[in-house]
Antibody
Framework: EVQLVESGGGLVQAGGSLRLSCAAS????????MSWVRQAPGKGLEWVAT????????YYVDSVKGRFTISRDNAKTSLYLQMTSLRGEDTAVYFC?????????WGQGTLVPVSS | EIVLTQSPATLSLSPGERATLSCRAS??????LGWYQKKPGQAPRLLIY???SRATGIPARFSGSGSGTDFTLTISSLEPEDFAVYYC?????????FGGGTKVEIK
């Protein structure tokens, strides 16, 4: 059974930083493209970032470029999202997901409220 | 950037009725289109990939069609657990994108 478990969310002040983690099991993590997707309160789903299996190709939505960094540790089967210069509009539930042209496996999400 | 437009925004139907949801892309995404179901407090659930293939464990009442720029998700006969928000997503070009969603509510 595939399991993706996010952690690291929590209240942060605007301008602050936070690092999210996603522990993966039940899949061949080292061969998987991985992503972060978020949902702001009362809003729709928004893709945030994707990383390839080797970690040498990274893609971001424009609104987080230069502020967020996606990374991975294949030995630890873990995905990360380093978030800096956080803004109120970054307030959301952040989901970790495997990307295969679609997002086929998802974690339960971790809430990141940003206070201004 | 590919924009996905979903319609209608809200669909009010009764259990047993047929639901037809539309997703239109601002440019061709070939068949790199997925559909998701989202309920409050839950992770999104992949329903359809490749525009028309059902994901593992998805009931046959869910079907997808289309290619290029126009796509449809059909729920042949709504069950009580199907009332939720549905999103389409394109995996053709970076940046990846989701549609704004269609809420299927009980009439």
């Amino acid at each position: 059974e595939v399991q993706l478990v996010e952690s690291g969310g929590g209240l942060v002040q605007a301008g602050g930083s936070l690092r999210l983690s996603c522990a993966a099991s039940g899949l061949t993590f080292s061969n998987s493209w991985m992503s972060w997707v978020r949902q702001a309160p009362g809003k729709g789903l928004e893709w945030v970032a994707t990383i390839n299996p080797d970690g040498n190709a990274k893609y971001y939505v424009d609104s987080v470029k230069g502020r967020f960094t996606i990374s991975r540790d294949n030995a630890k089967t873990s995905l990360y999202l380093q978030m800096t210069s956080l803004r109120g509009e970054d307030t959301a539930v952040y989901f970790c997901a495997r990307y295969n042209r679609v997002f086929d496996y998802w974690g339960q999400g971790t809430l990141v409220p940003v206070s201004s | 950037e590919i924009v996905l437009t979903q319609s209608p925004a809200t669909l009010s139907l009764s259990p047993g009725e047929r639901a037809t949801l539309s997703c239109r892309a601002s440019q061709s995404v070939s068949n790199y289109l997925g559909w998701y179901q989202k309920k409050p407090g839950q992770a999104p659930r992949l329903l359809i990939y490749g525009a028309s293939s059902r994901a593992t464990g998805i009931p046959a009442r869910f079907s997808g069609s289309g290619s290029g720029t126009d796509f449809t998700l059909t729920i042949s006969s709504l069950e009580p657990e199907d009332f939720a928000v549905y999103y389409c997503q394109q995996g053709s070009n970076w940046p990846l994108s989701f549609g704004g969603g269609t809420k299927v509510e009980i009439k």
